[in-house]
């Protein structure tokens, strides 16, 4: 169902309760904790929304002035933030047989010369947001195109469903086809226009964006730090240490740098607003200046898994980690599928992921690592009611599980393994039901 089709739902009143099983986090949970202090659920509960904010959460029945949607036995959470994905590659999804460095050269580049049409890029961004919505993610980091068109599709689309969307045009300026490369005093005057007219409007801010080291000269990396010093508020996202072999490209194109994060470091890239896909193939020194600069990496398991890219080491991290789909390396825009990949890569591991892990990394972790936490992420009063209803079980086999649950976590778990799309009942952006 497109946006479009879904304008009937999306006059939701001003004052509205909504009733179900209320569950998100205060803090961060320890690693391996099944049970935790800091997991809040309230079972058959109400929340309050006005004018697009929480303004309650209570057990009472709320008075007749109330507009009540009454989602009883139902799990309600706040809406996942998906803090790594590609716009223009849903196209591409599920295509065989090659790891990352020849998959970008075979399919993705391919399809994402075709969006430097603006009625393409409009259309492959109207399809995407109902995409997202339609998987309960609410707000996310996007990555559009090198071309300036495609990042106004992603910014008008977003800012016409309401959703809290951080996305920028993305840098080449070498290592790529005819159509996908641009240049260091054009890209500048791009981004400096689209900064200009979304960053900081509505829910939108601009994320200064390199796709990753190779594909961007010395010159050009070192306009995007200045990019960043300029504006403090600016996000910053690429990619780094996906894959062994990209790593030793890397190495061969920057031989001053001691490492490939090192290739950030220095052009000034590496901050609090900083967004890092994947980090798998990092060393201890990157890990800790990470940490040190308050960046995050955005986990995207279902991709590393697809194009095996490596097991990332989450419990070793001591930076920020959010979730992420990737798509179209990842498999699924699904938050819940990604969850499941993830305890399977800390399964080969030898570490067991619990649900609340997971599900704090992709809902307050990503907030707060996201400097969100105030708006995104929780079901607390003041934050936008950018939530979803789920079905604790679809279907025969999960219904019997869901039964045989002893204990919260044992039944979260079990909904984070099972669930998909069928599970999602609706999906409210700032009030606004789009689901």
Known sequence: MSFTDQKNFADSPRRWALRGDLLDFTAAPAWGAT???????????????????????????????????????????????????????????????????????????????????????QAGAEVFLDALVGAGTTSAVVFATVHKTSAEALFDAAARRGMRLITGKVLMDRHAPDGLRDDVVQAERDCLDLIARYHGRERLAYAVTVRFAPTSTHAQLAMAGGLCRADASLYM????????????????????????????????????RAVLAHGIWLDDKDRRLIDARGAQVAHSPS???????GLFDWRGAPFNVSLASD?????????????????????????RLTAWTALHAATRGAAEALRLGDEIGGLSVGQMADLCVWD????????????????????????????????????YVAGQRRV
């Not at 894959?243 to 890239?269: C, I, K, M, T």
């Not at 991709?303 to 890219?309: A, E, V």
């Not at 798509?327 to 570490?351: C, F, H, W």
């Open 303 to 309: 991709s590393n898994l697809f194009l095996g890219s």
């Open 35 to 121: 049970e935790s202090p800091v997991v809040r659920y309230d079972r058959d509960h109400w929340l309050l929304v006005e004018d697009g904010r929480i303004v309650g959460r209570q057990a009472a029945e709320p008075d007749a002035s109330w507009v009540r949607k009454d989602h009883a036995g139902q799990l309600v959470l706040p809406g996942f933030i998906d803090t790594h994905v590609h716009c223009p590659q849903l196209e591409v999804i599920g295509s065989y047989g090659t790891e990352l460095l020849d998959w970008l050269e075979r399919y993705t580049f391919p399809s994402e010369c075709a969006f430097a049409d603006p009625v393409r890029s």
């Open 327 to 351: 798509v179209g390396g990842g498999t699924s825009l699904s938050l819940p599928r990604n969850m499941l990949d993830a305890y399977k890569i800390q399964a080969l591991r030898g570490e």
């Open 237 to 272: 996202q690429t990619h780094v240490a996906e894959n062994r072999a990209e790593v030793a490209w890397v190495a061969q194109l920057f031989p001053e740098a001691r490492s490939y994060l090192d290739v950030y470091e220095r052009a000034g890239l590496l901050h609090e």
């Open 392 to 427: 604790w079980a679809k279907g025969p086999v999960a219904e019997v599980r869901d039964a045989a649950a002893r204990e919260l976590h044992e039944r979260v778990f079990a909904w984070m393994t099972l669930a998909d799309e069928r599970n999602l009942a609706a999906c």
